[in-house]
Each structure stands twice: as C-alpha cells, then as structure tokens.
C-alpha cells in the first residue's frame, strides 16, 4: 500500500494534546499501558458496529491498534501526536497513518465508516471535527461516535491518580445533546445511541453480568461511562428514480386475491407484484393463476414456496425479486395497498433506509387487533427499540420497505443472528439495525380481516418472540463485548 505523504505539523493550538499523547506513546513503547481491559471493551463494541473489509477512516487514532482491529479493506488514522503515528506505523505497515488534526486534514475521498472514539474530549473545535467527518461521508457513510459522560467525571480523576487510567489533557465534557447539535451543523444526522460500558475493566463473569445485563437496565444504563452515537449524511433533497417490488406472502388466502391485484397501485418507475403461495388448501393458488391470465398488462409472478412460514416466503420472495425497492404487503389487506405510495416516498427521499409500518398511531377499527395483541406489540416494541437504539413503535407490523441493495446486505450477515426468525419481521429489524440503517415508522391505518383466519397464535407465538428477545438481547448487547478471534 502507498505511504500518504505526511502532513504539515498541527497548528499550535493542538500544542498540548499532541505533547501529552507524544509522552504517552514513548511509555506505552516501553510496555506501559493502563486500562487495557476498557480498551478491550472498546475494541469489541467497534468490531460489532463496522463490519470487516470496509473503507475506514479514524480520526484521533492514536496508536492505530483499533483501526487494524477493525481488518478494514481500506485504512486510514489520522492524529495530532507525532509519536502516536510513529507507534502506529511501526505496529501496523499495511494501513496509512497521517500526522493532522482532525478537524483540518481533507484526504480528497470518502470513507463507509468514519471513527472518532474517545476523540471529542481533544478536540480543539468540535464544529470543524464534524464537518471534517461529513467531508469525508459518502451518502451512505455511517460515522461512529463514542465518548464518556460526565457523570464519570470525578471517577476518571481517581483512576488516573491511582494510576489506571492515562493522564491526558482533557479540553471538553460533550453530552449526546451536544453531538445532536454539532451534527446537525455539519449537515450529519443520528441514526442511533446507546450507552455502554458500567465496569471499564474485563474481569470474567463480572464484566458480562454488569457491563452486558444490568448496563442495559432502563435506569441504570445512565451511569453508564461512555454513550455511543451513530450518525449519516442528512439527505438531499432530490427524489430519487427507483423500481419497486411488492411482495404478498399468500397462504389460504384465495378470497384476497382479486382485491390485492385491484387495489395495489403500480408505482415507481416499474413495478411487480411477487405472490409467494405456500401449501394453501382453499385454492389461492389456482386464484393467482387466474388472476395473471386476467392481467396482462400487469407485472405479476407466482412463486412456489417450499419451506413454511412467513419469514421463509419473504426470503425467498425477495431472492425473486428484480427492482430497486422491497415492499412486504400481508395478503389479508389488515394494511391497505393504498399505503405504499407513502413507503416508497420515505425511501427515494433517502428520509428513510427502512420503513416500518405502525398500526398504534390512529385509532383501531373494531375487531381489528385483540386487547392481548395490543399489549404484546407494545411490549415487544419497547423491548425491541430498547435493543435497535432507535424508536420503533409496532415491531410487528408486516409491512416493512427497504432497498434492495439494503436487503442484500442484511442476508449477506444473516449468519450473525441465524435462520431464528419464523415471521420475518425480526430478522429484517435486527438486521438493519445491525447495519446501523436510518429506520423509521410510518403510521398505518389496521383494518380487521375480512377473509380466512389469522395466522398467528396469542400464546405459543407470544411464547416464541419472548425467546427472540432474550436471544436478539444476548448477541446484541452481551456478545458484542467479546473481541472477534484473531486471524
């Protein structure tokens, strides 16, 4: 890998951080290094967010051990400290290290990832660090974000007069309304925000009951040391051109078919209408058939599924599917067709990068969702949104967009999770939230049934979705604290 030519020296006003961090490289050459186990924790927060092989910038990346922990397939760390970029250069040769402030260097390209970790407390201008991020964001750059709260201020003191924690030049305390303010400057929004982090150091068994259950609890998380935001571009105004595909998942639901081909609008620049049917008993079947001999001058395809389930009619439904744009539309029309104009819209707007329908906005038809099914929606979704780092109101709506290409890369990952999901829904919300994607709900009007019988079950299928969670919780919030296996 070429060698990117070395900047001019820092300004005088990063004088003193680049002093502090230059005196703690020639320690930290020798051997010296506190508070290893919290850099641990770090690291494997990171490794969880950004996956292996994407183009990575940090800024601030000291010793450029978490940058070359992330196997980025193209690498670059910027810092203030000349020392630090020696150490880094000498530790990891195959990535590029350049001596700058991160709020002036402008590299001339962009990045999937920008990192600035434990970076704000340094910053000589935050404004500039951000902007300096946004310049180096593609549409779809997710910039990664994590410093401490201040509540640990007084505990960070201690710990470096007792010696395990370096003593470095704080200049700043940023709160997480702070960075909302100073994306939004620089023309980035927040996709998500955790905290994390309640025991800065790695002792087995402790570290995971504290740092990866009771960090998590509502309440106590907000003792939490360090907060962790992910943000992106904010889009552009324009409307983009995209093709859509409508999937209808269809078993024994051959009284909906005339109307699903009725109602549904052809919209975006093409459009298909994609029946997955699987082991019907009533005809659905034949009924599609029927109705694409009826309508040739629609875009209609019949796919045969062989697996069971809705999650294994949407997988391969959408392995069918040809356009740009994936909509899941459920066959008993409880949300109706006439919906998905408003779907498309918050995606080719780039407003949204997963749409998710929620039925708990409006007001309920009679008979359209039992009493017990309003419950265990929302305490699914406070379950689930607590998890996603982003506000999700009716995890379970059947009705859910995204691109794609979008799409892709959640099955790309799915071996993280597993083939877990029967219904489809978590797999997809788990998976964009694990691509840190811009989800958003869109309120829908829930009718009831009006042919067939629901296919879900109160109880057995409450039963399973309460073992998602728990499963869902346990590789989101206590595997991501383990480091991944070094090659």
Known sequence: MSELAVQ?????????????????ATRQARGSRPGRGYHELVLAIHEATIPAGSSVLELGSGDGDLLAALAPADGVGVDVSGGMVALARGAHPELEFVHDAGESIDLGRTFD?????????????????FQSAARHAHPETRIVIHSWSQLWRPALRVLELAGLKRRTP???????????????LAGLERVTQTRRILLPARIPLLSTLVNGILANVWGVRHLCLSYWIVARPQPRAERRPLSVSILVPAKNEAGMIERIVAETPVI????????VEGNSTDGTADEIRRQIELHPE?????????????????????????????MILD??????????PSFLEAIATGRAEFVNGSRLVYGLEPGAMRFLNIIGNKLF???????????????????KVLERHRYEQIAAGRSYFGDFDPFGDFDLLLGASRLNLKI???????????????KISRFSHGWLLMRMAVFAFWKLRVQTLKPRPRA
């Open 381 to 399: 979704s406070v379950v689930f949104g607590s998890l996603l780092g982003q506000p999700v109101k009716d995890t379970l709506c059947g009705t």
């Open 8 to 24: 001019p020296t820092p300004a005088a006003a990063y004088d003193d951080v680049a002093r502090a961090f230059d005196e703690i």
């Open 170 to 184: 704080v200049r700043n305390w940023v709160t997480p309304e702070d960075v909302e303010n100073l994306l939004q």
């Open 268 to 275: 975006g620049t093409a459009c298909e209408l994609i029946f």
């Open 298 to 326: 629609r875009e209609i395809v019949y796919v045969e599924q062989t697996g069971r389930g809705k999650g294994d009619a949407v997988r391969l439904g959408f392995a069918q599917a040809r356009n740009d744009v994936l």
């Open 440 to 454: 958003v709900d869109l309120p829908v009007r829930y009718h009831p049934r009006t042919y067939g019988d629901t």
């Open 331 to 340: 066959a008993d029309l409880t949300v109706r067709p006439q919906e998905l």
């Open 113 to 129: 990832y920008v990192v600035l970790s434990d970076l704000l407390p340094y910053a000589d201008d935050l404004l500039g660090l």
